[in-house]
């Protein structure tokens, strides 16, 4: 019995590993230099900030965050908590066309005069209207605060921060039916991330967390092989 059990874990993890490895979906995620040119109360500013934009997918959509490593402008007078609300735009190449509109939460504490304004995490719901690859590339920034509006643009034509093979609902791949942004809703929606449907991040952390879902199912399979192999001894005895 010990032997059986062997010989069907390993035929699970033979069998199991390259099914779970091809339903990996595509992804190419990389953090992009942006140089941005701030047009602000007090006059034109600029700074350059890596940008990072991530996706999980969240029902019959995909979750993106875009993410800023450094500030890109600063205040000559200080923003109480709560002053300052971020937005930006995120450009939709590739299979999909137009635009996606992020926006985040308010600077949760006070930012000092002439400090770099560190820019929250911006998110939004993309939402394909045809299946296919799709780029994701940082656009204009706004921030406003005080009652005053900067504009930050980026100068460098940067390249896209990600690609994605994404999926239509009812796997459509038709036209996107007219020109502008594809289906976006920003971060007040209540779309939940569906289980274990997050795509490749970069980091380790994210590599260990691919490993362990790889482990999983080979475990899985391995019991059910283990159980199928006992029934069917069990039938052989019988007879």
Known sequence: ?????????????????????????????????????CQTPIGPKGAVSPIDIKAVKSGGGYRLT?????????????????????????????????????????????????????????????????????????GVLTIKALGTTTTCTPKNNPRPSLELDVTAAGGGSGSNGGSGSDGGSGPNSQATPSGGDELPRTGPLDSATALGTLGGTVLLSGAAGVLWLTRRGGRRTAG
Request: glycine letters at 10%.
């Open 1 to 37: 019995m010990r032997y059986q059990k062997r010989t069907a874990l390993a035929l699970a993890a033979a069998v199991a590993g390259p099914v779970v490895l091809m339903a990996a979906p595509a992804a190419h995620a990389t953090v992009v230099d942006v140089d941005y040119q």
């Open 66 to 138: 875009m993410s800023f490593q450094k500030g890109v402008s600063s205040s000559p007078v200080e923003l109480g908590k709560g002053a300052m609300n971020p937005s930006a735009l995120i450009k939709v190449g590739g299979a999909g066309e137009g635009t996606v509109s992020v926006s985040g939460a308010s600077n949760a504490a006070a930012i000092p005069a002439n400090t770099p304004i560190k820019i929250s995490d911006l998110s939004a719901t993309y939402t394909p209207k045809k299946s296919g690859k799709v780029t994701f590339t940082a």
